[in-house]
């Protein structure tokens, strides 16, 4: 390697002669008197075209330590700030919340005929829909009642659990550690950022434990709320199945080897195949609609359109900063979200569907009913 004197041109290099400066000649060479004027304004333009990165001196980083005890107990009731999807719960004006739901082991019929052994949030596939706005503090409690005989099914086994939820900013080593069942853990984070994000189970294999059901949306509205009035709200959670090619015990199972190739038995909205084409979603005709979406996945991504209209705003992520106009389909690789807002032209039956054609037959597919 060279040493950092050679190969370094100097005053004495041939190539780099020293020249007497050229005099400067008051009217040849003199700056034109626009040329400052015109670098402030460029360098203004680009001052004001950079978003600030600085984090929000309001933000909360962390919370105290989590607590895991001995569950103490059998109350199985959601309490917060919560309802299931396609509803979406009204904020709690507070700025701490409490919020707590329980694990369940459970049967539940993905369709007539076929009863599924599900790892349940909130005794529900999805779990509950949680709202917040950016600020609130949360309060969190949950009991892994895999052990309660008075949920499980044949066949059935207790095991560890756990929640993380991708809104919170925290040691995800303490607040999402797996807890073992009769146990209850109560943690608090705070909201720091608006948007739509996911919660799921994040114990070992949390491939796993996702197809078994074990996941949730929760929504962070602005301080200020979102902009603009919408005149109904709704929330919508697509995901995967992959079963057992038949029912062990009298009901069919997760099976990881399907996941691991990326290859579901079934596509899903709100946790039913095809559900939406038994029992329409109602809204308005013209009157404008705000639809929370997220893609859990938790393999394969979403191509969400409804046949009929355009988003006339799209917020990535949920976030209005993230702003996005006149879009027909909105892409959500897994664990993404996005809200979009629309209006549905006049009455009729509008199908809402996962433009992925084989997801959609396989049960991502709806309607709406515009009244």
């Known amino acids: 390697m060279p040493s950092p004197s050679q190969n370094v041109p100097t005053l004495k290099s041939s190539r780099f002669r020293y020249h007497k400066p050229l005099q400067a000649h008051p009217r040849k060479y003199s700056i034109p008197l626009f040329l400052p004027l015109l670098i402030l304004g460029l360098s203004s333009c680009q001052n004001a075209s950079i ?52 694990v369940t ?48 099914q044949a066949g059935m086994h207790p095991m560890p659990h756990s929640i993380d939820f991708h809104a919170a900013m925290v040691n995800p080593a303490d607040k999402w550690r797996s807890i073992n069942p009769g146990e209850t853990i109560s943690m608090s984070w705070t ?24 996941f949730g949306m929760v929504i962070v509205d602005p301080a200020d709320g979102f902009p603009g009035k919408v005149d109904q709200e ?12 038949k029912p062990v015990d009298g009901h069919y199972t997760a099976d990881t080897v ?26 308005k005709a013209g009157k404008r609609i705000r639809m929370y979406l997220l893609n859990v996945g938790p393999n394969n991504a979403s191509s969400f359109h409804i046949i009929g209209t355009i988003f006339d705003k799209v917020w990535i992520e949920g976030n209005p900063k993230n702003q996005l106009l006149g879009m027909d389909v909105v892409s959500l690789p897994p664990a993404t979200s996005a809200i ?8 009729g039956r509008y199908t809402f569907l996962d433009h992925s054609f084989a997801d959609a037959e396989m049960g991502a597919s709806g309607e709406l009913i515009a009244d």
């Open 105 to 152: 082991h459970r049967i539940v019929q993905l369709r007539n005929g076929m009863p599924f052994s599900a790892w349940l949030f909130g005794n529900a596939l999805p779990g509950p829909v949680l709202h917040l706005k950016v600020g609130q503090t949360v309060k969190f409690m949950m009991t892994n009642r895999s052990d309660d005989s008075m949920t499980m």
């Open 234 to 245: 709704l929330a919508l959670i697509q995901n995967e199945f992959y079963l057992s090619e």
């Open 51 to 102: 978003p600030s990165t600085k984090p929000n001196a309001n933000m909360v980083l962390g919370g105290p330590p989590a607590v895991v005890s001995p569950a103490s107990d059998k109350d199985t009731s959601i309490r917060g700030p919560l309802a299931y999807a396609p509803n979406v719960p009204p904020l709690d004006p507070s700025d701490t919340v409490l919020v707590k739901f329980d």
């Open 191 to 214: 909201a720091n950022y608006p948007g739509v994000f996911m919660y799921h189970c994040g114990t070992p294999m949390v491939l796993l434990h996702m197809i078994s059901g074990m």
């Open 340 to 347: 979009v807002e629309f209006t549905l032209p006049e009455k």
């Open 258 to 283: 399907l996941a691991m190739k990326k290859q579901p038995s079934l596509v899903a909205f709100n946790g039913k195949p095809n559900q939406y084409f038994l029992h329409p979603i109602h809204v």
